[in-house]
């Protein structure tokens, strides 16, 4: 699903965000990106996604080396990728619904056409239909997490990416929340969650990559 | 149809800040425009009534001065000809001079010499004008020949100034135009930095995010280009119900900006539009 060789990447001023990174991740597969504030988690995430290009290596998703693709295919690999931020990022001035029709309507289609994948998609992460014409910033914050993961599953990717999904919830919101990516893994989507709180990792047992000064230091499968 | 969408949140302070600049810089070359349709409408007007005004010789009998008439009437081509004997040339003078013509009473009516005033059918350009009038002052009797010709000239000289002026200017406001509608859509597309991100991250490609700056663009410069027309045409019609009396007999009524005038301003500020708008998008792309 996701490969990586010897990927580097370097930041203005000579900053080493990751060195030398290689890794695979099966199709299905959950599994966590853990290590300490800076260690490259969200660098490499970003790069899986080309929001950052490596400096060094290359990067598969699906077979497809996307190192190089040129820049007017990129929304077409993000469409593939569902992906999830620690703040949310929903649009304050969209309702819940029509957030969570976002990747449809720039994939090109009409909201009201598939007004029932949207509907489906805020069920399954327990959105009530009351909610569907709120506004973000009338949810919880764990609300807006769950409208969030709406909007990254509702064009079906193969694989969904988070990036500190929980960490603006407290520990209740934050088993929800991980409780619906396992949820959504069961369903056949390859999962790649990162963390640093070590509590979540050691709850739910899935492989976990290390990172460490931009290095791979471990990969641990239980 | 989604795709050529506004933003929701289009209509905000830069923007609306943008639209008044945009506004203002083609109200003034509606301004312009308005004021170079009266003056043409003014000239066209007075060059249509121009008459040829011949002095005849007082010692002519009135066989000679008939006979000086006909060949006027005939050689000139003219619609129409009216003798005015020294009595009413008197009378036509205090009636033009209006309230200043109170010194002329005293003067003797056999001061002023009779004449012939001769009426075209088709407005006569300056030159065609300039040959008649050599030609009637060729004529036995006829003494001297007075026309508008110079003063027309004059209009004319200032009419063309004011065309290649107004071409000078349109090209001066499209740049301002361009430049403001630039500036503010630039600050637009930073005040939705965040929304242009979350939608790079779902996959919308760069047209589905820049269409939307564009037709921003060419909205703002579509309004603004109309609110200058309205600005432009309600300033003429002021303006014209407080000219001085003598300049309303030339312009019996104020002309608002024609179509095409106001197809060109409409047009110029979609244009700025547009092109300010794919400046702001060509430098959003690091955003």
Same mark, same amino acid.
């Given at each position: ?14 900053? *080493? ?76 001035? *969209? ?16 909201? *009201? ?16 239909? *009351? ?92 | ?88 040339? $008197?009378?036509? %003078? ?71 002026? %107004? ?17 503010? %859509? ?6 939705? $930095? ?19 700056? %564009? ?44 179509? $095409? ?27």
């Amino acid at each position: 699903m996701v490969q990586l060789f010897g990927v580097t990447k370097i930041y203005p001023g000579g900053i *080493r965000a990751l060195e030398d990174v290689s890794l695979r991740v099966e199709k299905g597969e959950f599994v966590f990106i853990t290590g300490p504030s800076g260690a490259g988690k969200t660098t490499l995430l970003k790069l899986m996604i080309l929001a950052e290009r490596p400096d060094r290596g290359e990067i598969l998703i699906e077979g497809v080396n996307i190192t190089r693709l040129p820049s007017s295919k990129i929304p077409h690999l993000r469409r593939k990728v569902g992906f999830v931020f620690q703040d949310f990022k929903l649009l304050n001035d *969209r309702t819940v619904f029509e957030n969570v029709a976002l990747p449809l309507e720039v994939m090109g289609y009409p909201s *009201r056409k598939v007004k029932k994948r949207i509907e489906q998609a805020l069920r399954l992460v327990g959105i009530e239909p *009351r909610a569907f014409g709120l506004y973000p910033k009338q949810l919880s914050g764990g609300e807006q997490q769950r409208v969030a993961i709406a909007r990254a599953i509702v064009s079906s990717p193969s694989l969904i990416i988070a990036d500190e999904p929980t960490g603006n919830l407290d520990p209740q919101l934050t088993l929800e929340v991980m409780d619906l990516f396992e949820k959504i893994n069961l369903a056949g989507t390859t999962v790649i969650v990162a963390t640093h709180d070590p509590a979540i990792i050691s709850r739910y047992r899935k492989r976990t990559l290390h990172l460490q000064k931009g290095r791979l230091v471990a990969d641990e499968v239980p | 149809m989604k795709f050529l969408r506004i933003h929701k949140k289009a209509f905000s302070g830069p923007y609306l800040f943008g639209l008044a600049i945009m506004a203002l810089s083609f109200s003034l070359y509606g301004f312009f425009l308005v004021g170079l349709e009266n003056l043409q409408t003014a000239v066209q007007s007075w060059q249509k009534g121009i008459k040829l005004v011949c002095y005849l010789d007082p010692k002519l009998t009135e066989p000679q001065r008939q006979m000086v008439i006909d060949q006027l009437s005939s050689k000139l081509g003219a619609k129409e000809v009216r003798y005015l004997s020294p009595k009413e040339v $008197k009378e036509d %003078l205090m009636h033009q001079m209006g309230a200043f013509a109170e010194g002329l009473e005293v003067v003797e009516e056999s001061f002023f010499p009779p004449s012939v005033e001769i009426a075209f059918g088709s407005p006569k350009s300056v030159q065609e004008l300039e040959s008649l009038a050599h030609l009637a002052s060729q004529l036995n009797g006829v003494q001297e020949v007075l026309y508008g010709g110079p003063w027309l000239k004059k209009a004319f000289e200032v009419l063309n100034f004011f065309k290649k002026s %107004l071409w000078a200017l349109g090209v001066f406001l499209v740049g301002v135009s361009f430049f403001i509608s630039a500036s503010t %859509l630039r600050l637009v597309f930073y005040q939705r $930095k965040e929304e242009i991100e979350i939608l790079r991250l779902v996959g919308a490609t760069e047209s589905f995010i820049k269409v939307p700056f %564009l037709l921003e663009g060419v909205f703002q410069g579509l309004i603004g280009a109309a609110l200058a027309v309205c600005i432009a045409n309600l300033s003429v019609l002021y303006l014209h119900e407080n000219l001085p009396p003598w300049l309303s007999l030339y312009l019996p009524q104020a002309k608002v900006l024609s179509l $095409k005038s106001t197809a060109i301003l409409l047009g110029l500020g979609m244009c700025s539009g547009l092109l300010g708008g794919a400046i702001a998008c060509i430098g959003s792309d690091s955003l």
